[in-house]
């Protein structure tokens, strides 16, 4: 009886908890989940109204808290936004703006450079379950001319520091079509050829001139012996710590980490944690890993991002 009276009173403590949150109150997540820790993502109310909260959510890289984005949610326990919603530079400017369902754009959005200019239009349309695509509706240069109408013409985009030319090319139908130029500190970094939004081939350059030629603009760092021997290593040296086999704790973790340009394997992180001992068992695992083919960007080595998912 006892114990029945304690798990109707935890579930009215949690339940009484969720409905007192007041404007101005800070929040943590941990994977779109309300965190009792203070955790690099947040939100602060500011405004409640039939049951729906606007908040700014806030995010801390590298020591720098900035706001991301202005946004509603339907609940506070699971980090979900839709409706009207303004994403911020880092520096505080209106970035961007349009609607948006369970965290992702839909319908019309609007970019803009620092300076306030509209950049470009986009419309964001939802296919299938999950799945997002988008198309260029109109787009103007720096100086307000437009180049772009109903998804035809020339778009430029522009570094958001310093507003100069970062890329440059054809749209028809939305799609790049033709050459797109790319630029990095005015010089001239690549240049590609597309067909209806299909990559035919490119070139780059890198600061000493010497020239990369590529088919793909991404090519993700590959394991030793590929996905199967990539399995086959967590299989062999992942070990479910004895207290998760104790409480029967389950659940999907991922484990994060970046691969360098000489395939080595740095900053790891681990998401979505459901214990300290599961934690660092992935950690013991992802540094045992050897060395990886490095991932190549526009033909040229570059670091890059993967994660493995752990399954209990």
Known sequence: MKKIFLIVFVLFFMNSFSQNYKIGDTIYYHSKKISLKKTKRFI???????DLFLVDYYLNKSDSIFKHLTAKLKSLDNFSY??????YFKTGEIQSKGFSENNSQIGLWKFYLKNGNLTHTKFYSKKGENWYGSKIIDAWDIKG???VKNSNGIQYLYHENDSKIVEYGTLKNGEKDGVWKGKNKERLFYEEKYKTGKLIKGISWNENGTKYKYKKVFQRAQYKGGQKSLIKFIQKNFKTPKIAIEKNIKG????MFKIDKKGNVFAPEVANSLHPEITKEIYRVLSKMEKWSPG???GQLANTSFTIPFVL
């Open 44 to 50: 602060i109310i500011k405004e409640i109204k039939e």
């Open 82 to 87: 839709y409706g009207q919603t303004i994403k």
């Open 145 to 147: 001319n437009q180049t």
């Open 252 to 255: 999907r973790i991922y484990g």
């Open 296 to 298: 190549r960007k526009r």
